[in-house]
């Protein structure tokens, strides 16, 4: 059973930066594709950003690009969520997930596999963000 604990949630002001953190136990941390969604109060919950093993490859929600940046630290089994500019409708409570490994061959090769939750197979219990003058 792999266990992800994120981190770093907290309650800012409109226009504040923060970073969230994602612990991995994962044994072969580097071989899986991680991500992070979202559950805003009433929503149902949303695809944030994912990172493909090697950290190379990213996809974003369309309307976060370039105020959130998703990172990874292998060596220290960690996804990292920055997020810049914060707005109240970035209140929610955030989570991680990890996706195994993608195979050759696969159909999972982009976004459209990445944003859907289905594709995930393990999730941490979520850091609440809450963005308020």
């Known amino acids: 059973q792999v266990q992800l604990v994120e981190s770093g949630g907290g309650s800012v002001q409109p226009g504040d930066s923060l970073t969230l953190s994602c612990a991995s136990s994962?044994?072969?941390?580097?071989?899986?594709?991680m991500g992070w969604f979202r559950q805003a109060p009433g929503k149902k919950r949303e695809f944030v950003a994912a990172?493909?093993?090697?950290?190379?490859?990213?996809y974003y929600q369309d309307s976060l690009k370039g105020r959130f940046t998703i990172s990874r630290d292998d060596a220290k089994k960690r996804v990292f969520l920055k997020m810049s500019r914060l707005r109240s409708e970035d209140t929610a409570v955030y989570f991680c997930?990890?996706?195994?490994?993608?195979?050759?061959?696969?159909?999972?090769?982009?976004?459209?596999?990445?944003?859907?939750?289905?594709?995930?197979?393990?999730w941490g219990q979520g850091t609440q963000v809450t963005v308020s003058s």
């Open positions: 997930a990890e996706h195994s490994p993608v195979l050759p061959g696969s159909w999972c090769t982009g976004y459209e596999c990445f944003a859907e939750e289905a594709e995930y197979d393990y």
């Open positions: 990172i493909r093993r090697g950290g190379l490859l990213t």
């Open positions: 994962e044994r072969s941390f580097s071989e899986y594709e």
